[in-house]
């Protein structure tokens, strides 16, 4: 694609799904691992939504209906929240939500609020794969591939009809994606237990 034919990337929005309960963290589900403090003091989904909201100029945060707390966080920090009562269906449930709240854009990077340790110059890269014309646009670290994913409309009505927990992740078997290399390890990394929160000391928010 031709740089005169560049897609604006205002025109990409952010959807962070934030709908999980986390039970591996906590079994007796009473600690919510998105609101807890990483070692520099910010919730893990406020970190993850302040990288994208560095990059991007809408996030769509999607929220379990019964996490008010957590909305609210996520509200401050400048998403535009949407609670879903359909989250624990899957994650497909809350991304479906997503995508309607943010229904006009002409892609969207679609990220999880618990990996808060990805580099805005991924979120970057990412989002300039999908302006150059990408309909799927993954980043890849040492060979590996990682969140956040980017899509284009192309995919909006395969998104919509996908089920259960597998997510987005089942159409880069089957559609060509773009890699990009990047050079950072958050892209596979989250947090699902407490000694998360500490491994590696603090997450790059805001690195370039």
Same mark, same amino acid.
């Given at each position: ?5 560049? %897609? ?21 589900? %009473? ?23 560095? +990059? ?6 999607? +929220? ?53 340790? $990805? ?6 890269? $990412? %989002? ?15 060979? %590996?591939?990682?969140?956040? $994913? ?27 994606? +773009?890699? $990009? ?28």
């Amino acid at each position: 694609m031709s740089t005169a034919e560049r %897609r604006p990337s205002a025109a990409t929005a952010g959807i962070l799904l934030a709908g999980g309960r986390g039970r591996r963290f906590d079994p007796s589900g %009473r600690r919510d691992k998105l609101r807890q403090a990483l070692p520099q003091g910010e919730a893990v989904a406020v970190a993850a939504a302040r990288n994208m909201l560095s +990059v991007l100029p809408t996030v769509v945060a999607v +929220v379990r209906h019964d996490n008010p707390e957590l909305a609210l966080q996520l509200q401050q920090a400048g998403c535009a929240v949407s609670l879903c009562a359909a989250s624990d269906r899957g994650m497909a449930a809350s991304l479906a939500h997503g995508l309607t709240q943010a229904w006009d854009a002409t892609a969207w990077i679609i990220a999880l609020a618990d990996m808060p340790y $990805v580099r805005t110059s991924t979120i970057e890269a $990412v %989002r300039d794969a999908l302006d150059h014309g990408a309909d799927i646009a993954v980043p890849v670290w040492n060979g %590996r591939r990682g969140n956040p $994913v980017g899509f284009g409309r192309l995919h909006l009505d395969a998104l919509m009809r996908l089920q259960g927990d597998e997510g987005a992740r089942s159409l880069l078997k089957t559609w060509p994606v +773009v890699e $990009v290399p990047v050079h950072d390890a958050g892209i596979a990394r989250d947090v699902d237990t407490p000694d998360d929160l500490l491994a590696g000391g603090e997450p790059q928010a805001l690195a370039r």
